[in-house]
């Protein structure tokens, strides 16, 4: 059996994260201040003193998760003295978490990654007026049944299904609207909804604008192939070529992130361990609730690395 690796998405950012992975390790620091430079923003300060209001915009969070992840990537690397390329046998991230995979497998380069991050952030929070998306979880739901509450939701409106993120937990997204007719057809079919504190609504239709503008800023940006195959949130399925993964990052913004499905691929490729590199640990709850043969584990802390580097 064999495990691969996976970085997470947006919403488990937190004041503080990566303040202990600077202090105990040069090389997380380092990386750190790589991507305030490729910024040119004390992106660091923020992530580790707030404000949260500033933390939580979009532009502000997404490469904030990347430099956690990617200093994890790199304590590991240095202080473990193992390359992720014989350590796994694939790399997936959910939704901004795809930028910090193919960065970790060396397909992109840290400060391109961090100004990617910062415009697509950006481009997704000015593509709809604040107020006017929204985007609720439909739990104790499959996705066939979650995409027919958000066809009898929209009206006309967008209402599409932006995350399907394991058995039972489907994310919509669209106008704010028609979200909240589906949150009252779900609660007619005896199902319940969260509506989730996001400022813009990701992976539907909505967000084409932002597709456009990455489509620019990715043509002009290197990609190399990645040192591990990238699981990709548009088609779960695995690819090393450049050519598709741009054009996959693309369609990305507009797509749904099929992470049930992308768990699953792996695991039909005898991967058994998903390791969640970075920030919180939203995926590795995922991993089994997906497969219960799956095992999830959190490496985000100089503890977690601790006992992490002794498996290698």
């Known amino acids: 059996m064999a495990r691969a690796f996976v970085f997470p998405g947006q919403g488990s950012q937190a004041v503080g994260m990566g303040a202990e992975l600077a202090a105990a ?105 604040v107020g006017m998306g929204a985007m609720a979880a439909i739990l104790g739901i499959e996705l066939d049944a979650a995409r027919a509450i958000a066809e009898e939701a929209a009206e006309r409106e967008v209402c599409d299904p932006a995350n399907d993120n394991a058995p039972g937990q489907v994310v919509l997204s669209g106008h704010a609207t028609a979200i909240d007719r589906a949150i009252a057809i779900a609660k007619q079919r005896g199902k319940r909804s969260i509506k989730l504190p996001v400022s813009a609504p990701f992976h539907c239709k909505l967000m084409a604008p932002a597709a456009e503008v990455m489509e620019e800023a990715l043509s002009a940006t290197a990609i190399a192939p990645p040192a591990l195959p990238l699981i990709a949130n548009v088609t779960a399925a695995a690819t090393s070529d450049p050519a598709v993964i741009r054009r996959l990052l693309v369609e990305q913004v507009t797509a749904m992130v099929r992470w049930r499905e992308s768990v699953l691929a792996m695991k039909a490729d005898d991967v058994d361990t998903l390791v ?5 640990k939203v995926l590795s709850g995922l991993a089994r609730r997906i497969d219960p043969d799956v095992t999830g584990v959190s490496v985000g802390t100089p503890s977690e690395l601790e006992s992490f580097l002794k498996t290698l």
Not at 57 to 79: D, G, W, Y
Not at 276 to 280: H, I, M, T, V
């Open 25 to 129: 390790f040069p090389v997380a620091r380092h990386t750190f201040e790589e991507v305030d430079e490729a910024l040119g923003q004390r992106l660091s300060r923020v992530m580790a003193e707030g404000p949260e209001s500033d933390l939580m915009l979009t532009e502000n969070a997404q490469p904030a998760l990347m430099a956690v992840s990617l200093a994890v990537v790199r304590v590991i690397e240095k202080e473990g003295g193992i390359a992720l390329a014989r350590a796994g046998r694939f790399v997936a991230g959910h939704s901004l978490g795809e930028y910090s995979a193919l960065c970790a497998a060396g397909a992109l380069a840290l400060a391109d990654t961090a100004r990617l991050l910062k415009r697509r952030g950006r481009a997704m929070q000015e593509a709809v007026p």
């Open 276 to 280: 969640e590199l970075g920030a919180g």
